[in-house]
């Protein structure tokens, strides 16, 4: 009997884990003296028992309502359970997005990434198309010109 328990739980070892849905965020966005922006993208993994690949993002982000850039990267992230990492993509912004940025005139602004981010279970899964749709806001960093966390 006991061996029938020990049995039945080796069953239970994780095999159909099943992917959390992750999130995407702006950990930091800097304007840089060409003109274009670089946006440092945290890729969350919420999943409390599996590792997770982020084969890419494809999202639009928006200041205050305002179109403000396409954000499209293929990291090839490896990320452990119940953490996260970083990869950082730079675009031409739109002009919306650009002077909502100016008329937040250094206060805190609200974003918008919006899309699909695919990554899948552990390191070689299979590609799995997730919607994203995150809100969030960044200030500036004090004393330092043209970053915002």
């Known amino acids: 009997m006991l ?13 159909g884990t099943k992917l959390q849905p992750p999130t995407a965020s702006i950990q930091q966005l800097t304007v840089q003296s060409d003109g274009t922006w670089a946006a440092v993208v945290r890729f969350q993994n919420y999943s409390y028992d599996t590792g997770m690949h982020v084969y890419a993002i494809d999202a ?17 992230l490896d990320i452990p359970a ?5 990869a950082t993509a730079t675009f031409r912004p739109d002009a919306a997005g650009a002077a909502a940025l100016v008329a937040a005139k250094r206060n805190a ?3 918008e990434l919006k899309g699909t981010l695919s990554v899948g279970k552990g390191d070689k ?11 969030d806001y960044i200030s500036p960093v004090p004393g330092v010109s043209n970053i915002w966390r």
């Open 3 to 15: 061996a029938g328990a020990a049995l039945a739980l080796a069953g239970c070892t994780g095999l």
């Open 60 to 76: 639009t982000l928006s200041l205050d309502g305002k179109p403000a850039g396409h954000i499209a990267v293929s990291p090839g």
């Open 82 to 86: 119940m953490d996260a990492d970083i």
């Open 109 to 111: 602004v609200q974003y």
């Open 125 to 135: 899964g299979d590609a799995q198309p997730f919607k994203l749709d995150h809100k």
